[in-house]
């Protein structure tokens, strides 16, 4: 044809971690498809399906445009021939088909409902479902014994699928900040996860600490614990000890991509006059008593409206020496992370953890103290927080 616009076909490198990422999606239709369809691999154990899906996302969300034609892809990255379909789909009639018959289908829906408890996983969820158990009233009549973690989950289940906003996330920091100043002064706390990266909401608020000392950071965790429980603060915890000291398998390669710092999964209880952030939050917490006519979001059956609402907080403590590691590996996005392993490995025969990044070619581990320095050591540009959400 003669007069057919012609439309430049994009580019961009292979690696997610060689690309930047913001949230300013172009490609949210296409992407939430392509996402759908990873979490449902991932929801069937089928994890190679599923990065295979969040790839391929992951390079639609770099894109500077919306895509408009297939043509436009033809020389990327990370779309494979089952990618390629679901975005042909899109393009042609609005909606994925494949992606739409997922949503609806009743194992994916009993999936999530039951993995959406905090505490049960994919092989718990597939158990009930085996046993006919696919919603929450049937989950409780069926009085199956729960673990802490998933009674917990069950009961502040609605609180805890409400997306946390910034404004809470920064009431929890005020809580944390204070916990850790009264416990070991000096010590320090920064946002980690997707609230660093920017964005608006999120599951849970993660935090790292440490201390400028190497080995004053010891014994923070259980001290800071303790104080947010003695305060009011905790529905829920559970410590999981260092164990990088005592692991064989090397230092820069745990057996999984679990580290091994001292952490805290918990749920915070956050009172409701703390979620109006900043300054407030300190009084919040020293008035921890439900207080009458506040505003509250959720109801709890026949009591009132309840004043506080229940928020998954992670703990994480590292020496300072690991410091800027595990700031790296908890900051995400987790399919960002995972290229930042896989190019580490595969285009510079380096080993990439939150603890160390270890040079196999010269047989040492690598210095940094700070992110910066971990992506010089890459041969990266380095990617600021905001630019990792792939
Ligand atoms: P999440 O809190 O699960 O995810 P997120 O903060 O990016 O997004 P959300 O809004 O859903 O909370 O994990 C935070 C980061 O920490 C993520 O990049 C994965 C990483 N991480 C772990 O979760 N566990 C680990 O053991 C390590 C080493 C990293
Ligand atoms: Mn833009
Ligand atoms: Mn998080
Ligand atoms: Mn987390």
């Known amino acids: 044809q003669m007069n057919e616009v012609e439309v430049e076909a994009f580019s961009t490198p292979s690696y997610a971690c060689q690309r930047r990422t913001t949230l300013d999606n172009h490609n949210a239709v296409l992407t939430d498809a392509l996402s759908l369809l990873a979490e449902n691999a991932e929801l069937s154990d089928e994890d190679g399906r599923g990065v295979a899906f969040r790839r391929a996302a992951a390079v639609l969300k770099s894109l500077p445009e919306p895509v408009t034609g297939l043509t436009q892809l033809r020389g990327l ?27 609806q289908s009743e194992r994916f829906k009993a999936l999530k409902v039951l993995t959406g408890i905090f505490g049960v996983g994919v092989k718990t969820a597939e158990r009930w479902i085996r046993d006919g158990i696919v919603g929450l009233q049937q989950l409780q009549l069926s009085e199956r014994p729960l673990n802490r973690a998933q009674r917990a989950g069950l009961r502040h289940y609605e609180d805890l699928n409400r997306p946390v906003t910034r404004a809470e996330a920064a009431a929890v920091a005020a809580v944390v900040e204070e916990a850790v100043a009264a416990v070991l002064p000096g010590a320090r706390t920064t946002l980690i996860g997707g609230f660093r990266r920017g964005k608006l909401t999120g599951h849970d608020v993660d935090f790292l600490m440490t201390h400028p000392e190497e080995g004053r950071e010891a014994g923070l965790m259980p001290k800071v614990v303790s104080w947010l429980d003695s305060q009011g603060f905790l529905l829920y915890q559970k410590t999981t000890r260092n164990s990088y000291l005592e692991a064989k398998d090397g230092p820069a390669r745990p057996p999984s ?134």
Not at 91 to 97: D, K
Not at 268 to 279: H, M, N, S, V
Not at 286 to 314: F, H, L, M, N, T
């Open 77 to 103: 990255p990370c779309l494979g021939g089952h990618s390629l379909r679901v975005i042909k789909d899109v393009l042609e009639n609005g909606a994925s088909s494949e992606a739409e018959a997922t949503k």
């Open 257 to 390: 991509n679990m580290d091994r710092f001292e952490r805290c999964y918990s749920i915070f209880k956050l009172p409701e006059e703390a979620r109006r952030g900043g300054e407030e939050a300190r009084r919040g917490a020293e008035e921890a008593e439900p207080c009458s006519g506040a505003a509250a979001a959720s109801q709890v059956k026949g009591e009132g409206p309840k004043p506080w609402r229940a928020v998954r907080v992670d703990l994480v403590v590292s020496p300072i020496s690991q410091f800027a590691f595990a700031l790296l590996g908890w900051t995400g996005s987790k399919l960002f992370e995972r290229e930042l392993r896989r190019w580490a490995g595969h285009e510079k025969a380096m080993s990439l953890s939150s603890h160390a990044l270890y040079d196999n070619k010269q047989s040492r581990y690598l210095r940094a103290s700070s992110e910066e320095e971990i992506f010089a050591h890459l041969g990266l540009e380095y990617v600021p927080p905001s630019e990792r959400n792939a």
